[in-house]
Nanobody
Framework: QVQLVESGGGLVQTGGSLRLSCAAS????????MAWFRQVPGKEREFVSA????????IYGDSVEDRFTISRDNAKNLVSLQMTNLKPEDTAVYFC??????????????????WGQGTQVTVSS
């Protein structure tokens, strides 16, 4: 199973931007559908975005549509999440995840077998 490491989190003011990265090792990224989820304490992991193996198809959660953009660079084994117009409710630990089985991206966390350790994003009001 591919190993994933997220980076790029931090503290940002409302309306600001951050770019998260997910670096993969132990496998070639183009074998996997990739996704981003986020989680706050006491709540279930929330779907943020996902991208197909080729990068040609993407989906987003309703709360981040038009503000976040997922992308991937298979040659660099890297997946990114560009986040703009950040809001306090975007505060969470963000995880990247890999799915090696499905053809199209899923929105359910249980469909993803590979997970990173997460990176904290905090948006101040």
């Amino acid at each position: 199973q591919v190993q994933l490491v997220e980076s790029g989190g931090g503290l940002v003011q409302t309306g600001g931007s951050l770019r998260l990265s997910c670096a993969a090792s132990g496998g070639t990224l183009d074998m996997y559908i990739m996704a981003w989820f986020r989680q706050v304490p006491g709540k279930e992991r929330e779907f943020v975005s996902a991208i197909t193996r080729s990068g040609g198809f993407t989906i987003y959660g309703d709360s981040v549509e038009d503000r976040f953009t997922i992308s991937r660079d298979n040659a660099k084994n890297l997946v990114s999440l560009q986040m703009t117009n950040l809001k306090p409710e975007d505060t969470a630990v963000y995880f990247c995840a890999a799915d090696g089985h499905r053809t199209l991206p899923a929105r359910m966390a249980r469909e993803y077998a590979g997970w990173g350790q997460g990176t904290q994003v905090t948006v101040s009001s």
